[in-house]
């Protein structure tokens, strides 16, 4: 089906004028479709995470009694759930929402391995949610839709909400949308010098390129990669487990590497960091200023300050760099001090097209990790 006669569908037939989500590779030509037309505008928000998208979507509905949009990664229905079951939802204030959802990890389709157990309660999720939902595919028509117009229309106006989950290679878009920004350090190459200074200490990636990066490098270089737990999945969330391994392991130091769309995910983390003030931290924030590994859709980094919010938060060593020779002092430096750090580095958008995958299992990591740190103190 073509994403812009979703797009119109949606906008002429279901009455939506207000689009809010987080990025989504199996949603990109949909995304280019809203980013071609409005841009990042009052009609559309690129979100922290799913959760601030349907509040962006229910300001929205209080403030005009228009329709909203909400588009996720069926990974974000975790971050929705409550939202929409404590505020949105028919038995609470009743708020319409058209949701468009990607299903990653369909049943008997191959991906990832952080996509599977979510690929298969997507659906039932959205309908325990008692929303209704529709499944489409490539053989999905506008015709179809429009049957179905009268219904869903019916649907809203009585409040409630409707989703339509998107299976691989269902949309596609004649729109193309390229993303860029100003800065020249590779994360890749970033990840290499922070190995290096590393040594044997423990990691823990975010998300996306930068684990995928991070295996190959040690390939690359012939180490193990028992000293790196590969955090494949749970967007957000890599320094928040990275805070207990650094707790639970006071003698040695302990690596962050981060991604600038996960640290706006979930940034309570870096507060809670920062109250427990572990002296063998280093949180490292790779900044592109982009979705990048679903698709390089924006941030809202470019207004951001995180060194001040780091500072804010309780960090003591706090750094920002954008050249090569520069990172590599402040690596040595924090890997000789004992102060919790943050440093944010400035990096390009874009990764290798060769890019691999990781060759061991999610498991693998997890117990080849966990017996590593079991020798450390």
Known sequence: ???????????????????????????????????????????????????????????????????????????????????????????????????????????????????????????????????????LDKESSLEELMEEKDRLKKILAEGRCIAFIIRKGALISSSKVSYSNEFKLLREDIIEEIVKVAGEDPIISTTGKASRELFEIREKRGESHQYDFLTVGSMGHASGIALEVALNKKESKVWCIDGDGAVLMHMGSMAVIGANAPNNLIHVLINNEAHETVGGMPTVSPRIDFPKVAEGCGYTKVYQVSALEELRQILQEVKASRELSFIEIKASLGAREDLGRPTTTAEENKCNFMEYLKTLS
């Open 1 to 135: 089906m073509k994403a812009e006669e979703l797009m119109t569908y949606l906008t002429q037939q279901l009455n939506t004028d207000y689009f809010s989500g987080v990025p989504d590779s199996l949603l990109k030509p949909f995304i280019s479709e809203i980013m071609t037309k409005y841009g990042v505008s009052e009609k559309h928000m690129i979100a922290a995470n799913e959760g601030n998208a349907l509040a962006l979507a229910a300001g929205h509905h209080l403030a005009t009694g228009g329709i909203p949009c909400v588009y996720m990664q069926n990974s974000g229905q975790g971050n929705m759930l409550n939202p929409f079951a404590s505020l949105m939802a028919p038995e609470v204030y009743r708020m319409p929402c058209v949701f468009i959802v990607g299903w990653r990890g369909e049943p008997g389709v191959k991906d990832e391995p952080q996509h599977v157990f979510q690929g298969e309660i997507t659906k039932t999720l959205m309908e325990l949610l008692k929303i209704e939902t529709l499944v």
